[in-house]
T-cell receptor
Framework: GQQVMQIPQYQHVQEGEDFTTYCNSSTTLSNIQWYKQRPGGHPVFLIQLVKSGEVKKQKRLTFQFGEAKKNSSLHITATQTTDVGTYFCAGVTGGGNKLTFGTGTQLKVEL | NAGVTQTPKFQVLKTGQSMTLQCAQDMNHEYMSWYRQDPGMGLRLIHYSVGAGITDQGEVPNGYNVSRSTTEDFPLRLLSAAPSQTSVYFC????????????FGPGTRLTVL
């Protein structure tokens, strides 16, 4: 079945440092979504990418969708303590009805 | 709108007991799903539904049953709880399909002794 892996599993940064998480799928995705889960909370939708090579920005967050539509990345510039949480990518293959989540990257930001 | 609601928030069961986790949404969403979250394994799809009366299996369906008699409700039933089912369970809904924005409930933390 479809597998979606994320690296790294954990990342500790000092406030102000940059952070990147990478998402890789074993199959081609029709789109990729990104979610953020704060400690003790539930996943919250951040963004969706649909087109090959697409790049979207949300303030300090930059999202990319690979040319082959099998990988994606999330980059945070100048992390803040409010960025703490686990970031998940999720993808649907073709016309499927199943959304597969990545394993997640847990981000900790230290002052 | 309340969004997606889940009850209970916490539950402790003994091995072999049965229970139902409740999930409801008031956004008239067609697509609903159940995930379990375990450390280091992300969110794994248990069952999903594309509309009232239609359900299908996800990645880890064994030990769980679902039904969708109304658009609003999508309960998850554990027939005979096992320690391996200790997890955090999230219900989610979206407008139409899996590729739409998913709205998650607050989760149910289940411990099976």
């Amino acid at each position: 079945g479809q597998q979606v892996m994320q690296i790294p599993q954990y990342q500790h940064v000092q406030e102000g440092e940059d952070f990147t998480t990478y998402c890789n799928s074993s199959t081609t995705l029709s789109n990729i979504q990104w979610y953020k889960q704060r400690p003790g909370g539930h996943p919250v939708f951040l963004i969706q990418l649909v087109k090959s090579g697409e790049v979207k920005k949300q303030k300090r967050l930059t999202f990319q969708f690979g040319e082959a539509k099998k990988n994606s990345s999330l980059h945070i510039t100048a992390t803040q303590t409010t960025d703490v949480g686990t970031y998940f990518c999720a993808g649907v293959t073709g016309g499927g009805n199943k959304l597969t989540f990545g394993t997640g990257t847990q981000l900790k930001v230290e002052l | 709108n309340a969004g997606v609601t889940q009850t209970p928030k916490f539950q402790v069961l003994k091995t072999g007991q049965s229970m139902t986790l409740q999930c409801a949404q008031d956004m008239n969403h067609e697509y609903m799903s159940w995930y379990r979250q375990d450390p280091g394994m992300g969110l794994r799809l248990i069952h999903y539904s594309v509309g009232a009366g239609i359900t299908d299996q996800g990645e880890v369906p064994n030990g769980y049953n679902v039904s969708r008699s109304t658009t609003e409700d999508f309960p998850l039933r554990l027939l005979s709880a096992a320690p391996s089912q200790t997890s955090v369970y999230f219900c989610a809904s979206s407008y139409s399909v899996a590729g739409d924005t998913q709205y998650f409930g607050p989760g149910t933390r289940l411990t099976v002794l």
